[in-house]
């Protein structure tokens, strides 16, 4: 009986080496699992950060322009007052601007 007892032996010695290798293939599967989660969990975390910062600089951008478009409205208003305000013409104003409308009546009726 030594000798039949030999092969039920090796058998069961085959049978818990598969055993283990499975048991030790589904501890692989669960840690190759937590590991994809957190790699997952730390891409998430650099696109929030990503996104946070790029919001700051686009809202530090949007200010920037806002402060100068502010500031080059002001400069036209401005302008457009000084413009408003009453210009009395010189007599040499009145020279310049009397040959400049005998000059375009010439040429309008091309004389």
């Given at each position: 009986m030594p000798a039949a007892r030999a092969p039920d032996d090796a058998v069961e010695a085959a049978i818990a080496r598969v055993l283990d290798a499975e048991h030790g293939a589904h501890e692989a599967i669960a840690a190759t699992q937590d590991a994809a989660l957190a790699m997952i969990d730390a891409a998430r975390a650099t696109a929030r950060g990503l996104a946070e910062?790029?919001?700051?600089?686009?809202?530090?951008?949007?200010?920037?322009?806002?402060?100068?478009?502010?500031?080059?409205?002001?400069?036209?208003?401005?302008?457009?007052?000084?413009?408003?305000?009453?210009?009395?013409?010189?007599?040499?104003?009145?020279?310049?601007?009397?040959?400049?409308?005998?000059?375009?009546?010439?040429?309008?009726?091309?004389?």
């Open positions: 910062r790029t919001e700051r600089r686009i809202g530090a951008i949007r200010a920037a322009f806002e402060r100068h478009a502010t500031a080059a409205v002001a400069t036209l208003d401005a302008t457009g007052h000084d413009a408003e305000a009453r210009h009395d013409l010189t007599s040499l104003d009145q020279a310049r601007l009397g040959a400049a409308v005998e000059a375009l009546a010439a040429q309008l009726t091309e004389r």
